[in-house]
């Protein structure tokens, strides 16, 4: 029963093109290793309340007449090789789990690399001065879109989307941007401290107000 149930669910896993399906088998076969668990304990319950570890000989020494002895003998050999299939889907779904989250953080690292190398892209192909900043971050909400794509406090804003500083008129330009821009990424460049820094924001729907989670100013100019 262990050599079966391992072959079953290990394939996936190990194939390294981990998906949330293949995780959702992994689990289900988890809760079915879990009802059969059950299902054995309940059949030990049903001879007189017998565990894994009561003697199933009287106290001369011979095979004890008030229960089952195959159907105990057969429960307990159950439950030993389910324990043992439940402790490696477990294993297999904990290395699922860490492969999907470590293939999410090298998307968002080459999501990052890219808009950095349009960015230098346009800037070479235009042969654009360095770009002046147009507007500031005054506050960001922790857990907001704006949080997770790594905008800060004070970061002044060189673009924002198709937004720069030769195009940009009022805060409306950006707040068109965004209102067209729900659920995809926009290139954000910003100077922080010196340093020109590119992220990519996506407009989404959290839990607080709007799409951002920020709150922008413009800059005199």
């Known amino acids: 029963m262990s050599e079966k149930a391992g072959s079953q669910s290990g ?6 093109g981990v998906t949330v399906s293949d995780i959702q088998e992994l689990i289900r076969r988890k809760e079915e290793i879990e009802a059969q668990i059950k299902a054995n ?16 000989v009287d106290c001369e020494g011979y095979p004890r007449a008030d229960v089952d002895l195959y159907q105990v003998r057969t429960a307990r050999h159950n ?3 389910l324990q043992n299939d439940h402790k490696a889907v477990m294993k297999q779904v904990e290395d699922a789990l860490h492969q999907l989250h470590a293939r999410d953080k090298e998307k968002q690292a080459r999501d990052l690399a890219e808009a950095h190398r349009e960015a230098l892209s346009r800037d070479q192909s235009q042969g654009l001065s360095p770009a ?12 907001s879109p704006a ?21 940009f008129q009022s805060l409306q330009n950006i707040g068109s941007v965004v209102q067209h821009s729900e659920g ?13 820094h590119q992220l990519r924001l996506v407009p989404t729907r959290w839990a607080g107000k709007g799409l951002l989670g920020c709150n922008i100013i413009p800059l005199q100019r």
């Open 11 to 16: 394939g996936s896993s190990e194939a390294g």
């Open 41 to 56: 304990y309940e059949v030990l319950e049903s001879q007189k309340g017998i565990g894994m570890n009561e003697p199933l």
């Open 79 to 81: 439950i030993v090789c």
């Open 132 to 143: 002046q900043a147009f507007a500031k971050v005054n506050s960001v909400s922790p857990g």
């Open 147 to 167: 949080s997770t794509a790594g905008l800060q406090v004070d970061d002044e804003i060189l673009e924002f989307g198709s937004v720069n500083t030769q195009n």
């Open 184 to 196: 995809r990424p926009l290139n954000v460049t910003v100077m922080r401290r010196g340093e020109k």
